[in-house]
């Protein structure tokens, strides 16, 4: 009889945050400057794409989601630099014996622009998940006036993850 568990797994993730005043703009672990000076709202530093990419990680393997391992409501986690509760995903993922084979991500709003800063994102992302620059895609678009991000309501997030068992 083979081995029926599967090798590779695939997990999706998404989140989408409130733009308010008096926040800072971090997505994918870099301060940005939005045109109207406002940051997303939340109980860590609100990094919308390192958020959904923690979630397509957690799917993958069935562990639920960020909320499970850094719920809004315990104080311990206000205000936490999301790249480092990232880390702590990625340990978790090790320890249940899988790699990261790659991760890739859209996203999405109107402002500010994001190209000029992905590569940076994406060195960041890259540290934080433990794998080489090549195995991070991240890139971003605009919503086209529609929706809550077309409206600069708030900017979303979408992301998938590929794991591999060790």
């Known amino acids: 009889m083979t081995d029926s568990k599967p090798k590779l797994r695939i997990g999706n993730g998404y989140d989408i945050h409130r733009l308010v005043k008096g926040r800072k703009l971090i997505i994918g672990g870099v301060l940005l400057q939005h045109p109207d000076g406002v940051g997303l709202e939340g109980h860590s530093d609100a990094d919308v794409l390192v958020h959904s990419i923690m979630d397509a990680l957690l799917g993958a393997l069935a562990l639920g989601d960020i909320g499970k391992y850094f719920p809004p409501d315990d104080p311990q986690w206000r205000d936490s630099d999301s790249l480092k509760l990232l880390e702590k995903v ?31 994102m994406r060195k960041k992302l890259a540290v934080s998940l433990d794998v080489a620059i090549e195995a991070v895609g991240v890139k971003a678009t605009t919503n086209e006036r529609l929706g809550p991000e077309g409206r600069e309501e708030g900017i979303s997030s979408q992301a998938v993850a590929l794991l591999e068992q060790l």
Do not use: M, T
């Open 90 to 120: 990625v340990s978790l993922i090790k320890k249940q014996g899988w790699r990261i084979v790659n991760v890739d991500a859209v996203i999405v709003a109107e402002q500010p622009k994001l190209k000029p800063h992905i590569d940076l």
